[in-house]
């Protein structure tokens, strides 16, 4: 052992990096000047200290606050300036307001999960980006970035509230209602029927009702294509205490399983949801197995619509009725997830109801086991979100990238 250059293992972590004096100032400047800020967190802005001290940044500067979709824990329920997901504030143009003049990215990071670079989240003119992350390399990757400072986030949060004191920073309540209004916005999917056809519920209603089914602090961890649309519109309702959307940047699919082990394994004391469809389920359903041998508080739903939803949807806006069998996206509706739960000693219920839903989760949650819902829901309606990633409606002279940017089709110069 003595041979070992063990270095510096059993020491001090080093200090983590801090923004530059310079790059608060601007920061300042940039914030004093806006009309209309926003902040966004991200999985680079969490801890309880760190929380409470943004609280007092925000309410100093009278900022409204979003959370990317890749974490949202920061804000609590129902204050004044708690903004919800991110991706609600696409939902301006449709009530005639104006985007954001500032966007202050806080530990988030501008990939597809805030929209990319199509401007609906994140606006491509007439807005102004700090952008706050501890790797230099992230910042501009994707998105034009005015103030880049590489900072751990609480460093960033204390620098600022030092930096504003004697500096007038806040932004007007009517920025902040409108801003804060986007949460409670009713949905397009609200006056839709709860059935889409016998025993099929609409997959809004359906989710909606289990989120609001849920005991208040669970840990939602949110996976799976469309089934992550539909429970993002609705999170607001689970007064979650910590949700985190599992796929990454490059949407893997599966992750849900080990996100929600180790968030149960991290915190025995709250209850876990894992939020899948079931395409994504079919990855790692084996770990109902090591929920249960570790008796781990986790219940899994499972968004049953018999079909890889988000691919079978891409298809439908693409190729429509050219190809109506497209048997690659169906799965089988026989598959009874609660059977196989039963199997590996988890309680487990079926439901197609939205009625019965309720008392379905009350009934897992309190068995004393993990559980699992197989949730049967309906394959329609497409949702929004995939229909502005896979934007089919373009002309001729483009080609069709489902889920990513669309390119000019090649050409010979006359």
């Known amino acids: 052992m003595d041979g070992i250059a063990w270095g510096a293992i059993n020491r001090p972590l080093p200090y983590p990096p801090g923004p530059a004096a310079e ?108 952008h706050v992350d501890v790797d230099g390399s992230e910042i501009g990757r994707s998105h034009q970035i005015d103030c880049g400072i590489i900072s751990t986030s609480q460093n960033f949060v204390g620098s600022m509230l030092s930096a504003l004191q004697g500096n007038k920073v806040s932004s007007s309540d009517v920025w902040v209602n409108t801003a804060t209004s986007l949460k409670d916005l009713k949905n397009q999917f609200d006056d839709e029927p709860e059935e889409m056809s016998p025993g099929r519920p609409h997959p809004h209603h359906a989710i909606r009702k289990v989120l609001q089914s849920l005991p208040e602090g669970a840990i939602v961890c949110i996976d799976g294509g469309e089934v992550g649309g539909w429970t993002l519109q609705n999170i607001e309702h689970s007064r979650a205490s910590l949700v985190m959307v599992t796929t990454g940047y490059l949407g893997f699919l599966g992750n849900g399983w080990g996100y929600s082990l180790g968030a149960a394994v991290a915190d025995r004391s709250r209850l876990v949801v894992n939020m899948q469809g079931d395409g994504s389920a079919g990855f790692h359903l084996a770990e109902l197995d090591t929920y249960a041998r570790f008796g781990l508080k986790i219940l899994t739903v499972i968004s049953n619509n018999y079909a890889w939803g988000m691919s079978q949807a891409g298809q439908e806006l693409i190729y429509g009725e050219k190809t109506p069998k497209r048997q690659a996206s169906k799965l089988n509706p026989r598959a009874d997830y609660e059977t196989v739960a039963a199997g590996l000693q988890c309680a487990s219920a079926r439901v197609d109801k939205v009625s019965d839903i309720p008392v379905a989760v009350e009934k897992l949650v309190n068995s004393g086991k993990p559980g699992l819902l197989n949730l049967i829901i309906s394959d329609k309606p497409i949702h929004s979100n995939t229909k502005a990633m896979v934007n089919a409606e373009v002309g001729k002279d483009w080609i069709v990238i489902p889920y990513y940017d669309n390119i000019q089709r090649p050409y010979y110069k006359q």
Do not use: M
């Open 23 to 130: 790059a608060i100032q601007e920061a300042v400047e940039l914030w004093c000047q806006a009309k209309r800020p926003v902040l966004i967190t991200g999985t680079g802005a969490r801890g309880t200290k760190f929380a409470e001290n943004l609280l007092k940044l925000v309410e100093t500067t009278n900022t409204p606050v979003f959370y990317s979709s890749k974490y949202g824990s920061t804000v609590p329920y129902g204050h004044r300036l708690r903004g919800g997901p991110a991706v609600r504030l696409a939902l301006l143009g449709t009530i005639n307001e104006q985007p954001p003049d500032l966007v202050i990215l806080l530990g988030a990071r501008s990939g597809f999960l805030l929209g990319g670079r199509n401007g609906a989240i994140l606006p491509n003119t007439n807005c102004k980006f700090i």
